[in-house]
């Protein structure tokens, strides 16, 4: 049953077959998981060689993982990740990039890169990843598939190699939203319900854009939505300013790596890739009372959203600023890039709230997802619009 890795999803050298504990929900479902998730047996590799090396393998699966085993579906093996999950581009210096079957020549969008690659090219039927600063809804975006990402803390992290716990999460992604409800189920211990919203908010400050083409893409699709049997209303996203929001993020996020592994990270800063080694190397600039502040900032800014999305509201955007980028850009480049890509990714991952993205656009013959952002909590809202939107 071991796929045929033909993309180069799977961490290299390593099998891992995991059968089902019971029949379930998910029987004759097959999936992977990120190299951060726990499988007994096995070391959490991080996406490094060298941190695979120096750390024991782990004792126990992490309960994300067993939920999904007694649930019926079967663990085919874990996948790449950008190394210590610190890109949003899927490119890793050690095991090379997983493939983007949609578009081979443009990269993967990471850190979840591999569970999303094996997903887009049907190795899996679904995969596990993880979300802090995007990294579940940006490799949905570029590799065409369905991404989730739920209210910070409703899946448990517990067997997870953390990064920023503040903002990390457990997610998922699936080629269909009836799988990928199926699997939310699970996770989070809910029944997915009959879609039901109040209003739809456009985020008109995302969906701006040069491209021509995806532009009028965009004034298509927003038209579209006017026929839905809801109030639409418009919005700008990122009041007072996303460098605002993105600030906020990234000092908590730096503050936080930095307590969880900056001790390993700078005895073994020779063993990372040039563009990871470089941003590691800032994150010990973030002191005690800069994160503080950002917190504080944070709160407000977790204020300011909730009062535009209530319960029975979705927000909607592109999940990216475009299609995915193509490979082999300069550091500087994917840098500028990255800037751009977070004005997409921080309301929810600052606020805590759940989003989906949905693919459901192309440009050039790539797939630009499209999201959903919901209130906190209201992730199966979110999942049954998602076989809404999927089903056209």
């Not at 019971?22 to 060689?49: C, I, R």
């Not at 936080?256 to 592994?261: D, F, I, P, R, V």
Request: aromatic content about 8%.
């Amino acid at each position: 049953m071991t796929p045929v890795d033909t993309c180069n999803a799977f961490v290299p050298g390593e099998m891992i077959i995991v059968p089902p504990k019971n029949e379930g929900q998910l029987s004759s479902l097959t999936f992977a998981v990120k190299e951060l998730y726990d499988v007994k047996g096995f070391v959490t590799g991080a996406g490094n060689p060298r941190w695979k090396s120096t750390h024991p393998v782990a004792q126990t699966t992490a309960p994300a993982v067993e939920m999904l085993l007694n649930e019926g579906a079967t663990l085919l093996g874990k996948t790449i990740s950008d190394e210590m999950a610190f890109s949003l581009d899927g490119e890793n210096f050690h095991y090379g990039t997983p493939l983007n079957s949609r578009c081979p020549n443009r990269i993967p969008g990471g850190s979840s890169s591999g569970s999303a690659s094996a997903v887009a090219s049907g190795l899996v039927d679904f995969a596990l990843g993880t979300d802090t600063a995007g990294s579940m809804r940006i490799p949905a975006s570029y590799c065409g598939i369905y991404g989730f990402r739920p209210t910070h803390g409703a899946v448990s992290l517990e067997g997870i190699h953390p990064m920023a716990p503040s903002f990390d999460t457990a997610g998922w992604f699936a080629r269909t939203p009836d799988v990928l409800a199926r699997v939310g189920s699970v996770l989070l211990g809910i029944e997915i319900q009959e879609f039901k919203a109040d209003r739809f908010v456009i985020a008109r400050d995302l969906f701006g854009t040069k491209e021509p083409g995806a532009a009028s893409k965009y004034d298509t699709f927003i038209q579209r939505l006017s026929g839905l049997p809801v109030e639409i209303a418009e919005a700008e996203l990122g009041k007072p300013d996303f460098p605002t929001w993105i600030e906020a993020l990234r000092n908590i996020q730096w503050w936080e790596l930095n307590q969880a592994h900056g001790a390993w990270i700078f005895q073994n800063l020779d063993a990372f890739g040039t563009e990871i080694r470089g941003r590691l190397e800032k994150i010990s600039s973030v002191t005690r009372n800069g994160m503080e502040q950002n917190r504080l900032v944070r709160k407000q800014l977790i204020s300011q959203i909730e009062s535009l999305v209530p319960p029975g509201t979705i927000i909607i955007f592109p999940t990216a600023p475009g299609i995915a980028p193509l490979k082999g850009r300069s550091i500087g480049e994917a840098r500028a890039s990255r800037i751009n890509t977070m004005r997409h990714t921080c309301i929810a991952t600052v606020a805590g709230l759940p989003q989906v993205s949905m693919p459901l656009m192309e440009q050039d013959g790539c797939p630009l997802g499209i999201s959903l952002l919901g209130a906190r909590g209201q992730d199966g809202q979110l999942l049954a619009a998602a076989q809404v939107f999927g089903k056209g």
